[in-house]
């Protein structure tokens, strides 16, 4: 159990559909992450949210959209989604975001969200 | 922009044997953290390193930051297939206000019971 929980574990979605992925961390981390995996790629950050503020927006396709309502909750809403959009989805929160923040830098995963788009 | 290789990409070796991966990054390493994934699952941290020459250990894992800090080991000794799973480097780069997190490519390990 590292603290953050992410919700479903499992999603199959078809290519019209609205959903939402949720993260919520009990941790008291200031920083929240969406991370994208993909099979066979590196680990890609989507989006990035520092005390509840966008900080990062790595060119993700609009159908993707992020909500931070509070430090210890983070959504990702999925709409019109393309089959290539098929991931592992994965959460993560630090205490901080910044350069040598040494141990405070440390990230820690939820379990993901496993996407499937038909 | 900084990268993150590591290398091998993946690894197959029999219980008990020891294995060693690496990181090697294009620029300095402002700390570097070491995570193992599961398949299908989330990263869980290992170990971090900050500082040139650190040497770090966790039961059978023993990681290590080199001089110029731009190249870290992870090595197992005596392996065992509870160790089998995806292992990436994460680093912290660039400066204030401009800080990024990377993650290496990562190197699948299988251990054979």
């Known amino acids: 159990e590292t603290g953050v929980t992410q919700t479903p574990r499992h999603l199959v979605m078809g290519m019209t559909n609205k959903k939402s992925l949720k993260c919520e961390q009990h941790l008291g981390h200031n920083a929240m992450y969406w991370y994208k995996q993909s099979a066979k790629k590196p680990l890609e950050l989507m989006f990035v949210?520092?005390?509840?503020?966008?900080?990062e927006n790595n060119s993700v396709p609009s159908r993707f959209s992020p909500e931070c309502p509070n430090s210890s909750h983070l959504f990702l809403h999925l709409h019109t989604l393309q089959p290539e959009d098929s991931a592992l989805y994965l959460c993560?929160?630090?205490?901080?975001?910044?350069?040598?923040?040494?141990?405070?830098?440390?990230?820690?995963f939820g379990a993901g969200t496993r996407l499937s788009v038909l | 922009s900084q990268e993150l290789e590591q290398s091998p990409q993946s690894l197959i070796v029999q219980e008990g044997k020891n294995l060693t991966i690496n990181c090697t990054s294009s620029k300095t390493l402002y700390g570097l953290y070491w995570y193992k994934q599961k398949y299908g699952e989330g990263l869980i941290f290992l170990m971090m390193?900050?500082?040139?020459?650190e040497e770090k250990s966790h039961e059978k894992i023993t990681a290590k930051l080199d001089e110029k800090k731009q190249q870290s080991s992870l090595h197992i000794t005596a392996s065992q297939p509870s160790h089998a799973g995806i292992y990436l480097c994460g680093a912290g780069s660039g400066q204030s206000g401009t800080y990024k997190y990377i993650f290496g490519t990562g190197t699948r390990l299988k251990v054979l019971a």
């Open positions: 390193l900050q500082k040139g020459g």
């Open positions: 993560a929160s630090s205490q901080v975001r910044g350069l040598n923040q040494g141990a405070k830098n440390i990230q820690y």
């Open positions: 949210y520092n005390f509840k503020e966008q900080t």
